[in-house]
């Protein structure tokens, strides 16, 4: 099946075989959309080491999205441009108001077009992007870009990264792993708790990183330094 796509020159022709590139080397063909390796179905230039996931190429051209409901985002081609949503920059395929100067990499723009349910509140949470400064539900700390909102209570909101957090990690400065807890666990709440890693002082409210058998505690921010993530995707036992 031939397909015509607005990124390459030539016609790109649908597979279900894992491409080679030069090298021989299956493994290290990526996606010219979105730069991840390709593993199953995809759509290839007989003429270039051209290809691209089957759904890359079948992205819409143009989407609605909430976080710019002001014009329609087309979709674009490869290019250096920074996310407007995460603030990250991207070289691969972006969805782009050029009236606006907004750009959306394909994460956000996929992520964010749908409410999630997150283990640290009751109610769902839908995606926002923040211009200005706010402060961050789960570390305190002021972010902007993207995050989730509770539209329920209004004022609760985490920014992406923390909405990410591992569950559970490991640093090298501590011999047993680390337990995300979404406020400072209850025997420890009534304490005056710091931080083991900056030693400044743990707020109950807040997100925390620690070791019951130990007693360690670390804010979610200082964790994040040298860390090796041990659970992913799972959630906290708090």
């Known amino acids: 099946m031939e397909f015509q796509h607005f990124s390459h020159k030539h016609p790109l022709f649908f597979r279900e075989i894992i491409p080679n590139k030069d090298d021989g080397d ?3 063909c990526p996606c010219d959309g979105c730069s991840e390796v390709i593993s199953g179905a995809f759509y290839g230039c007989s003429q270039c080491n051209f290809f691209l996931h089957k759904v890359c190429a079948e992205l819409p051209g143009v989407i609605e999205h909430p976080l710019h409901p002001e014009h329609p985002l087309i979709l674009r081609e490869r290019g250096m ?5 995460c603030r990250n920059g991207c070289t691969d395929f972006t969805y782009t108001c050029s009236p606006c100067d907004f750009d959306m990499d394909l994460i956000c723009a996929s992520l964010m077009e749908r409410k999630i349910d997150h283990p640290s509140h009751k109610h769902q949470l839908t995606p926002v992007r923040r211009r200005a400064l706010l402060f961050c539900d789960a570390c305190g700390e002021e972010h902007e870009g993207m995050g989730y909102q509770c539209t329920t209570c209004v004022h609760f909101w985490i920014h992406r990264d923390c909405a990410s957090l591992p569950s559970t990690i490991e640093r090298s ?3 047993h792993p680390l337990t995300l807890s979404y406020t400072l666990p209850s025997p420890y709440a009534n ?3 710091s931080c083991n890693i900056c030693r400044k002082r743990l707020r109950p409210i807040y997100w925390v990183y620690y070791c019951g058998k130990c007693r360690y505690f670390t804010h979610v921010k200082c964790a994040a330094s040298k860390i090796e993530p041990l659970v992913r995707g799972s959630t906290s036992t708090w």
Do not use: S, Y
């Not at 441009?81 to 949503?85: E, F, G, P, S």
């Open 26 to 28: 299956e493994k290290a």
């Open 191 to 193: 304490f005056r708790i």
């Open 81 to 85: 441009r920074t996310c407007d949503a």
């Open 173 to 175: 400065d501590h011999r």
